[in-house]
């Protein structure tokens, strides 16, 4: 079993940076993808980014060139750097792992963080 743990966010004006952090926790070393995801209200939960375990990352279009992923594989932990946000990144942000490779389907993932609010006010 895996538990991820998350911690960060919040709420900023538009433009300010946020981080997330995801601690994983428990038997970690299967795990081949982690990522993050968000889902604002009366919407579906997207891909915001995501790393494999060679460190190869993804993004989606949305946050290209604003949003860093990235980890730090000695303490377990995933990081989601967030710069220039806007107020259509407002959304529950929710960090999750899966036993396979990386993809930007929620559904194919087999664990799920606690899920944080972040809301960018303009």
């Known amino acids: 079993q895996v538990q991820l743990v998350e911690s960060g966010g919040g709420s900023v004006q538009a433009g300010g940076p946020l981080r997330r952090s995801c601690a994983a926790l428990?038997?970690?070393?299967?795990?081949?993808?982690m990522g993050w995801f968000r889902q604002a209200p009366g919407k579906g939960r997207e891909g915001v980014a995501t790393v494999d375990s060679d460190g190869s990352t993804s993004y989606a279009d949305s946050v290209k060139g604003r949003f860093t992923i990235s980890q730090d594989n000695a303490k377990n932990t995933l990081y989601l750097q967030m710069n220039s946000l806007k107020p259509e990144d407002t959304a529950m942000y929710y960090c999750?792992?899966?036993?396979?490779?990386?993809?930007?389907?929620?559904?194919?993932?087999?664990?799920w963080g606690q899920g944080t609010q972040v809301t960018v006010s303009s």
């Open positions: 999750a792992a899966r036993y396979a490779g990386c993809r930007f389907w929620a559904e194919q993932y087999n664990y």
């Open positions: 428990g038997y970690t070393s299967s795990i081949d993808c």
